[in-house]
């Protein structure tokens, strides 16, 4: 099973941390349930996977997803807290449920430096390649057999037609300003989360919540500019699909859509 999570411009994969001595006063655990993407389930009912987070301190925590119904580790992972979201830092090691090691590289304040190795289920090496700041990637690549192939990126976000730039434009020459919002006088930025299926579909499209702070009538006025927004973004056309190891995978995307009175 692949995937591929990635926001505009950034890529989230499960990573891990480099050990900390936990303070054992602050220590806390965290066990939730997620689907073949990685999203949150409220149960365990339909889960393909279970994540376990364990806060080292105030700033590190550690990261262990295990394959459903097996138990078999998934991944090692790692978080830096910060705000408004955790950066993956450390080493991250992900694995097949046969127990081989898929993906080796390290992260550092959220972002993958040094050296990346996969494999194969049998164990052999897929690809090594040097991810470093500012400079092209570089590496190789070998077959299952292990003979060199030409090497390829090791992964691929979904690609709008046009670009980026067309993608916000196409959505935001479609909004409709809710009458309830003018009346009320809200405008704002509405996240809408959705994810490019392997085909290039636009699925499960969702508003991404707003502000607790806000008071009970903004929330309700805020909830028909998520409408609009939402209702937009299904009229997307198809992407071309986000790749992973040269093969098709979701993508899940996040895009911003400004309501402004003017």
């Known amino acids: 099973m692949k995937y ?17 001595p936990p303070d054992s006063a602050k220590v806390t655990r965290r066990v939730e349930f997620q689907d073949q993407y990685h999203q949150r389930l409220q149960t365990a009912e339909g889960a393909v996977f279970r994540a376990e987070t364990i806060t080292v301190d105030s700033l590190h925590s550690t990261r262990r997803i295990y394959y459903l119904p097996s138990g078999k580790l998934h991944s090692s992972a790692g ?16 694995y097949y449920e046969n127990g081989q090691l898929r993906v080796q590289q390290t992260y550092v304040q959220g972002k993958v430096q040094g050296q990346r190795t996969t494999y194969y289920p049998t164990g052999v090496l897929r690809r090594r390649e040097q991810v470093l700041p500012s400079q092209p990637i570089t590496g190789e690549c070998n077959g299952p057999d292990g003979q060199s192939i030409s090497y390829f990126p090791y992964e691929v976000l979904p690609e709008y037609p046009g670009g980026q730039e067309a993608l916000l434009r196409y959505l935001a020459v479609r909004l409709r300003y809710p009458a309830e919002a003018l009346r009320d006088g809200v405008q704002g930025v509405v996240f809408v989360k959705f994810r490019v299926a392997a085909t290039g579909q636009v699925e499960d499209i969702q508003p991404v919540p707003s502000s607790a702070k806000a008071t009970r009538r903004m929330q309700r006025t805020y909830g028909y500019l998520q409408e609009e927004a939402v209702r937009v973004v299904r009229m997307l056309p198809p992407f071309l699909p986000g790749q992973l190891e040269g093969e098709p995978v979701a993508v899940y995307y996040t895009v911003p859509l400004t309501f402004k009175i003017k």
């Open 4 to 20: 591929l999570l990635a926001g505009l411009g950034s890529v989230l994969s499960a990573t891990a941390l480099a050990t900390v």
């Open 79 to 94: 978080l830096l807290q910060h705000k408004p979201y955790d950066l993956w830092e450390g080493d991250y090691l992900e």
